[in-house]
């Protein structure tokens, strides 16, 4: 179903967005697409896909990072051609930093992405502070989009209590998920589960991104 060149991954703060980035960008790696991924998350230090720097590089993906992206002077700085990365890559992963204020950096891409065609996931997860609703969740669509200038295309539930999730947690999610698809008539693209949990029906995901306050426990 994704078949635009750019995928831009969107969604609120702890959604488990750029772990479905992280995800992506490695599935499409391992069909044998040219892949690039770039980090234009200039919100949040905690959650980066300029994190995983080395396992894109053992995977033949190419990051694109901004330029203070892990270093304490943590000021953005977007110097990249996305139109010329686009031409020279099969598969252009973008994940965008939480909420619309996020979304501003996104904007300034709108024409390019309009032109080569894009695909915008919203990561919704039900477990989040202020999208704990489907109701609450498009408004925060709503807001991005008005923002970047960009429609979102599909919606990917990753709702998730970090380690402690269970299968029961994911599964009880799929309804609050379906309905805020339905809200912004939308297809659901897949239900995010962590690969160990196995839960029926859903997409089996590793788990790269964890807080730093779990960075000493299993996975999340």
Same mark, same amino acid.
């Given at each position: 179903?994704?078949?635009?060149?750019?995928?831009?991954?969107?969604?609120?703060?702890?959604?488990?967005?750029?772990?479905?980035?992280?995800?992506?960008?490695?599935?499409?790696?391992?069909?044998?697409?040219? %892949?690039?991924?770039?980090? &234009?998350?200039?919100?949040?230090?905690?959650?980066?896909?300029?994190?995983?720097?080395? &396992?894109?590089?053992?995977?033949?993906?190419?990051?694109?990072?901004?330029?203070?992206?892990?270093?304490?002077?943590?000021?953005?700085?977007?110097?990249?051609?996305?139109?010329? &990365?686009?031409?020279?890559?099969?598969?252009?992963?973008?994940?965008? /930093?939480?909420?619309?204020? /996020?979304?501003?950096?996104?904007?300034?891409?709108?024409?390019?992405?309009?032109?080569?065609?894009?695909?915008?996931?919203?990561?919704?997860?039900?477990?989040?502070?202020?999208?704990?609703?489907?109701?609450? *969740?498009?408004?925060?669509?709503?807001?991005?989009? &008005?923002?970047?200038?960009?429609?979102?295309?599909? %919606?990917?539930?990753?709702?998730?209590?970090?380690?402690?999730?269970?299968?029961?947690?994911?599964? /009880?999610?799929?309804?609050? *998920?379906?309905?805020?698809?339905? *809200?912004?008539?939308?297809?659901?693209?897949?239900?995010?589960?962590?690969?160990?949990?196995?839960?029926?029906?859903?997409?089996? %995901?590793?788990?790269?991104?964890?807080?730093?306050?779990?960075?000493?426990?299993?996975?999340?």
């Amino acid at each position: 179903m994704l078949n635009n060149p750019a995928t831009i991954i969107t969604g609120h703060y702890g959604s488990g967005k750029t772990n479905i980035a992280v995800n992506l960008a490695l599935e499409f790696a391992d069909a044998g697409e040219k %892949v690039c991924i770039i980090d &234009l998350d200039i919100v949040n230090p905690y959650f980066r896909t300029a994190d995983f720097d080395k &396992l894109f590089k053992d995977k033949g993906i190419y990051l694109v990072a901004p330029q203070y992206a892990n270093t304490n002077l943590d000021i953005p700085s977007l110097g990249f051609d996305l139109a010329a &990365l686009l031409r020279q890559y099969d598969r252009v992963v973008i994940d965008v /930093g939480g909420d619309d204020a /996020g979304a501003i950096a996104l904007g300034q891409y709108s024409t390019v992405l309009k032109n080569f065609g894009y695909d915008m996931i919203y990561v919704v997860n039900s477990f989040r502070y202020l999208t704990s609703t489907p109701e609450e *969740a498009i408004e925060l669509l709503r807001d991005i989009e &008005l923002v970047s200038s960009l429609k979102a295309t599909a %919606v990917v539930n990753s709702s998730n209590l970090g380690v402690s999730t269970t299968a029961e947690d994911v599964l /009880g999610s799929v309804e609050y *998920a379906k309905a805020a698809a339905d *809200a912004a008539g939308l297809p659901l693209l897949f239900t995010a589960a962590k690969r160990d949990i196995s839960v029926p029906g859903t997409k089996a %995901v590793d788990v790269f991104v964890r807080p730093f306050w779990e960075e000493n426990d299993i996975e999340e």
